[in-house]
């Protein structure tokens, strides 16, 4: 049975995800004990650093690199913020498919997707999002990110009984079932007549706390 992370662990993961997500690259203790001033001492933050790396919730790329979360330590905050995020202000969503997949895009930074499952039609806005992404730097990736989204329609024609209504759906890592490549995300929900999906693509290392309180208000405002 896997150890029990501490509330410091959870902590310095927390300030090392956002230090990911803002640079995309591995993060150092001296990083993060000057960006957020935290009380306890250099040495102790590379001790609990080893320790997450240990509980397999981070990983080093390289000896002399800093660290980067595993899956399982996405996965621990993601538990985390989808239990405790609130929602902002309740939206009030354009009734137009394609301007609503234009505002998640907007207000996500992401890729944007609206997929009408009963006239199977996709609306897709901001695809430079994803294609701009650091972490996807080689050809072959961004040649089959590119096809997965172009035949998207196809994919999600079939996808829709894995998605519960009502909730905010995850798939990330190994776990995405839309693409071949580990670091991408879809986070996603459906109307309640099922007819509707509304979601978006998004760097595995992104900005969940953020992502959960906007679909939050979303699924308020459909009920």
Known sequence: MKQEISPRQKQILYYLAREQVDNSEPVSSIQIKEK???EFSPATIRHELFELCQMDYLEQPHISAGRILSDIGWQILISDFLENVLMEDILDPP??????????????????IVYDWGNNVIYKKGLEYVLNDKTIDELKELALVAKTIDGLDEKLDSFKDVILDKQINVFFGKKNPLFKIDNLTLICTKS????VLLGIITPKATNYEDHFKLFKSL????N
């Not at 309640?192 to 007819?195: A, G, V, W």
């Open 192 to 195: 309640n007549d099922d007819q």
């Open 219 to 222: 699924i308020n405002s459909l």
């Open 36 to 38: 957020y001033d935290l």
């Open 95 to 112: 009734d137009d498919l394609e301007e609503l997949a234009k505002m998640l895009s907007n207000q996500t930074k992401a890729l944007g």
